[in-house]
């Protein structure tokens, strides 16, 4: 998924993206091998070109990991993306904003009705 759109969140594990005939083909083309030693925070990835070449890539810790944890603007931009559809658009900010700031709400319960009302 990521290869094809540049991504691999949420929004690219749907059943469009299980269907779309350029990740089909690719998907038969991957052979997914689960290395001893590898942490679930850790990728050790190798592509075969069709000319031959190699690209490798190893990732030591993925961003959200205890070792890389994410900026607060990629918090954000994940918890838009994720609320998106599900909050309604004009609630998603004062909500995130709510989060930022639980400490100063008379109950974290707050949070959960701003995230219905419109």
Known sequence: MALVEGAGGEKQFSDRAVTDPAIVALRGKVIPVITPGIDPAQVDM???????????????HAVGSVEKPMTDQQLETKFADLAEGIIPAPAIRRVMDACWNVETLPSAAEIAKMSVSS
Do not use: A, C, M
């Open 46 to 60: 190798t592509i075969v070109l069709k000319d031959g070449r190699t690209l490798s890539r190893h990732i030591e």
